[in-house]
């Protein structure tokens, strides 16, 4: 880096470190980078920056980044966590290839888009794609060892190469999907639990015979409803709560032979 210890006493102050304004790394030997995020004078980091430092386990990047190239820790074969910048939005392509010690990881609350390949042939295995995040791109996950993902962001289409090759997707033990649609209409019924209203009781069934969902109090708490001859119905409830796919559900009956239908 350009910049670094001004008055060569050996040592590098806060000072110095942020008025470094150009990233270049020559040291492949080099294991740990937590003291990057006080070279606050840098705003850019380019592609490949770090690729090829294979002793390299933790990095946190300082909040003045704004702007981020390809690539950036592809090749970083032990390394471990990655602290992104709060304002950053896009997580760019190749970011963690083939980084087999990335087990997880976590999205901040800025990033909107996952690039291309950002996590192939890593050891990623659980993920959590957080409300803020509306687009994945293609092959993001390709090669990587994925076993459990819950996506609860406003995502319309998520590519069918997304998940290309993940050798823990056949077994995946969680994988849900919430609110992949871009927005939910919703009606309120208000009632005393004594005079219903069955024009507004029969637009609540009217729902289910559709496949949406219903929330419904009960004597302890609120019930989230589905029509329960249907499949797609049901998933939609796992995937609203969350709730993993080998748990049942109840399923309530007017009467005792309607449970024989």
């Not at 110095?16 to 606050?40: G, H, P, W």
């Not at 949406?212 to 796992?238: N, Q, R």
Request: charged letters at 25%; hydrophobic letters at 35%.
């Amino acid at each position: 880096s350009k910049g670094i210890d001004t008055n060569d006493d050996g040592e590098i102050s806060y000072n110095e470190a942020a008025s470094v304004s150009e990233l270049i790394i020559s040291d492949e030997n080099l294991r740990s980078f937590k003291e990057f995020q006080y070279f606050t004078g840098i705003t850019e980091i380019p592609a490949n920056a770090f690729d090829g430092c294979t002793s390299l386990t933790s990095v946190k990047i300082p909040n003045s980044v704004t702007k981020m190239g390809y690539g950036i820790f592809a090749g970083c074969t032990n390394l471990e966590s990655v602290e992104l910048p709060e304002n950053i939005n896009y997580i760019p392509s190749r970011f963690f290839a083939n980084c087999e010690k990335i087990t997880s990881f976590e999205i901040p609350e800025t990033v909107t888009k996952i690039g291309s390949n950002v996590f192939e042939n890593s050891g990623l295995t659980t993920l959590v794609v957080p409300d803020n995040v509306t687009e994945i791109a293609e092959r993001a996950f390709e090669k990587s060892k994925l076993k459990s993902i819950v996506i609860e962001g406003s995502i319309k289409e998520i590519p069918e190469n997304a998940f290309l090759n993940t050798s823990g997707c056949a077994s995946c033990s969680k994988l849900y999907i919430h609110k992949l649609e871009p927005s939910i209409n919703t009606k309120i019924i208000k009632t005393d639990g004594i005079s219903i209203d069955k024009n507004e009781l029969n637009i609540a069934a009217q729902i289910l015979r559709t496949g949406g969902l219903v929330v419904f109090p009960t004597e302890t708490v609120y019930g989230l409803g589905a029509c329960a001859t249907s499949s797609d119905a049901a998933k939609k409830i796992y995937a609203a709560k969350g709730r993993p796919s080998d748990n049942p559900l109840i399923i309530h009956v007017a009467d005792p032979l309607d449970a024989e239908k």
